[in-house]
């Protein structure tokens, strides 16, 4: 599998390439077949990037926004993903796109999960966009070292769709799509700044995939992983 990576001089810079970069696959994806989908992981790095693309002048009434990964909290939680896209990219013209979020107040979180399959396998495959980010112990999306379904996420055999995980780093229980889910998508990016670029050399180097894994991305992604870097 191949990376490319794309260096910018600060946060601002990539925030606003990332966002052309993006703006123009979904655009693409709508000309071709007249809808688009992009899935995006949450945390606090990609604040910067969303607002961009908010303003984007994209058909975006044919695009479908969804979740990476998201934490099992309602939408009005501070820590859920949903509440950072509501509040960062939902808005401006890209208010206008429909959002599928992957949690729901289900009686289990094994229960949400099959909602959230059901909900999201419209989006078609592969999916037109995928964000990934990265935290320090090497997780993507909510593919944790140590995580309960680790193995399963990963394994290439595990059909697309959304699963449980828990895990000691990840706080509460989480929601993910799995890499069959991820790794096949018109345009793979990994979003990452500052001191985060020595954990991807780290993940890089030779491993275990369960101790760092994005190294799945790295190593066995069908796409080519567009690495973008900010100081
Ligand atoms: O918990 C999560 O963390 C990762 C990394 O977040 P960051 O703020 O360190 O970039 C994120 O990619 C994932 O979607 C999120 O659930």
Do not use: C
Request: glycine share 8%; aromatic share 6%; no cysteine.
């Amino acid at each position: 599998m191949s990376a490319n990576m794309h260096i910018f001089e600060n946060a601002s810079a990539l925030a606003e390439a990332l966002a052309d970069d993006v703006g123009a696959r979904l655009a693409a994806a709508i000309a071709a077949r007249g809808t688009a989908s992009l899935a995006v992981s949450g945390g606090s790095t990609p604040k910067a990037f969303f607002q961009s693309l908010s303003r984007r002048e994209i058909d975006w009434p044919k695009v479908t926004v969804t979740l990476v990964d998201e934490r099992f909290v309602p939408p009005e939680n501070e820590r859920s993903n949903h509440r950072l896209v509501a509040d960062n990219l939902l808005k401006h013209r890209a208010a206008e796109a429909r959002f599928v979020p992957l949690y729901y107040a289900a009686e289990t979180v094994p229960a949400a999960a099959a909602i959230a399959s059901q909900k999201t396998a419209d989006l078609g495959a592969p999916l037109d966009v995928v964000v990934l980010g990265m935290g320090t112990d090497g997780h993507t999306a909510s593919f944790f070292p140590g995580g309960s379904r680790l193995g399963e996420a990963l394994d290439p055999a595990t059909p697309r769709g959304v699963i449980t995980m828990e895990a000691e780093g990840a706080g509460e229980p989480r929601l993910t799509f799995t890499f069959s889910s991820l790794q096949d998508a018109g345009y793979l990016v990994l979003h990452i700044e500052g001191s985060k670029k020595e954990v991807l050399a780290q993940a890089e180097a030779p491993g275990a995939e369960a101790e760092m894994p994005i190294r799945a991305m790295l190593r066995r992604a069908a796409s080519p992983l567009q690495i973008y870097w900010a100081p």
